[in-house]
């Protein structure tokens, strides 16, 4: 079997809900905001992840993370040609969904 994982096994936005059992939406202006080693999220696909926490046990060092942070890091991820293991351990920072608005309205 392959070892190399691709988008399709990142975890689908309704694995995280709202109280109100919706999922949460973050627009690019919203996840911008989290660019720092205090605060690092960043976005795969249409998926948002708070990565702040696994910074200091990323295998490859959280210099490489805190380069997108705040920002698009799909290329840089699946490029990486991560294992099944990585994108499961990804999968436990997930915390919703890019906002499907206009790319303009995110920039607002």
Known sequence: MDNQASIENIPPSETVLTEEKTPRFFTTKEIS???SY???WIFIGNCVYD???YL???PGGWEII???AGSDATSAFLGKGHSNAAFAALSKHF???LSPMPWSAHHA
Do not use: K, P, Y
């Open 38 to 40: 205090d605060s690092c």
């Open 95 to 97: 915390i919703g969904q």
């Open 51 to 53: 990565v702040t926490e």
């Open 66 to 68: 805190l380069e997108f």
């Open 33 to 35: 905001r989290h660019s």
């Open 56 to 58: 200091a046990t990323h």
